[in-house]
């Protein structure tokens, strides 16, 4: 009779069950994907993000915030009904949250998406008071300008953190990119700015040229498994440099792949693109196979496998540095040549 084992975990104040939760997208916004989520075993969901632009555009047209003006949405005014679509808009986004809540019995997650302080902040708290049991802040800024330092950037990230921490007393994750020169000392300093959990890694768009090649494709694709081992080497090397907890999202695919992301030191996983490609049930497959794994290596518990693997407890942490890629390139054989 194998022993049961406990799958549970920590993340942003939340006691899970396990540690898989359905990450930020438009399909968690509907009821009836969250009651299949829910049923196939995710221990909680994303709202998709609510944008910065989206907030200060309604406050504005609502004669809310006077230092806005109208050609501070001059363009964004052709997408924003499209992004009213992707998300419900702020008007509903806050009943949406209120029904979630009701619908199913796994906590949601809402999230907010911006860059800058100012007014629209204030909406962390109104998602706290319709009922999210916690907030992630996604923060995306491109910087196209040479003159802005890396340094302007992520001040601005911080003081963002600050505010948004300051309007809410659920917990907050922020959701960042892999795209700093310093990342664990950037990661230390969203914690002291208020942080208690971070998101590794937003996946950007990455454009190209289509139509003659005169035209710009912004493409959005689905990730695939190959894609965790980004995640993956910068798990392992916070865990237990930071005092937040860490979820892992890009690419996981399969059960093995959230024990690798616990290994390496996370608390939750995040997954978005399987369950587009597979449908929520692919949740329970994933559920499944990592009980496999655990009780053929003889885990117990998923506390058990949190960074046994991560940068300062495994047995080779060189493998996660730069001395690693040396010898990976003089080691490398083409199977081609
Ligand atoms: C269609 C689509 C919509 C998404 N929308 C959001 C969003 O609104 N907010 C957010 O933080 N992440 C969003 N994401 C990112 C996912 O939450 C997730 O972090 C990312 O896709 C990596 O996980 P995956 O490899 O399992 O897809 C979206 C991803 C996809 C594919």
Redesign the pocket.
């Known amino acids: 009779m194998p022993r049961p084992i406990d799958l549970s975990t920590r993340w942003l104040g939340l006691d899970l069950p396990n540690p898989i939760i359905a ?4 399909q968690n916004a509907d009821l009836d994907m969250l009651k299949k989520l829910e049923d196939a075993g995710a221990a909680a969901a994303v709202m ?2 609510l944008f910065e632009e989206q907030i200060e555009f309604e406050e504005w047209q609502f004669g809310g915030l006077s230092d806005y003006g109208a050609e501070s949405f001059a363009e964004a005014g052709s997408y924003f009904p499209e992004l009213n679509d992707y998300n419900s808009g702020p008007d509903q986004y806050l009943e949406n949250i209120e029904q979630a809540r009701k619908a199913v019995s796994m906590p949601i997650i809402g ?1 907010l ?1 911006g860059v800058t302080r100012g007014g629209w902040t204030r909406f962390a708290q109104q998602i706290e008071s319709a009922g999210a049991s916690a907030l ?1 802040l ?1 923060m995306y800024y491109l910087p196209t300008d040479p003159k802005i330092t890396s340094a302007q950037i992520e001040e601005t990230y911080l003081e963002l953190v600050q505010e948004v921490k300051g309007n809410i007393s659920i917990q907050l994750g922020v ?1 960042i990119g892999p795209f700093f020169s310093s990342l664990p000392n950037f990661a230390a300093r969203l914690v002291e700015a208020g942080a208690d959990g971070i998101i590794l890694f937003n ?1 950007f768009l990455q454009p190209d040229l289509k139509n003659d090649l005169t035209e710009i494709e912004p493409l ?1 694709s ?2 695939d498994h190959r ?1 965790i081992r980004l995640p993956l080497r910068w798990i392992a090397i916070l865990h237990g440099r930071i005092q937040a907890s860490l979820a892992a ?4 695919c399969s059960g093995e792949d959230v024990i690798k992301m616990l290994l390496s030191g996370a608390d939750a996983a ?5 369950i ?1 490609r597979k449908g929520p049930g692919v949740v329970s497959e994933m559920i499944a196979q990592m009980q496999h794994w655990m009780q053929e290596h003889g885990y117990r518990s998923v506390e058990q496998l949190k960074g046994s693997m991560s940068h300062r407890n495994c047995p080779n942490p060189a493998a996660f540095e730069r001395s690693n890629y040396m010898k990976a390139l003089t080691s490398f054989q083409s199977p081609e040549v």
């Open positions: 990450s930020a997208c438009p998709p993000s999230s998406n992630e996604n959701k996946r959005l689905l990730s894609e999202t890009s690419g996981i995040m997954i978005t693109s399987i587009m």
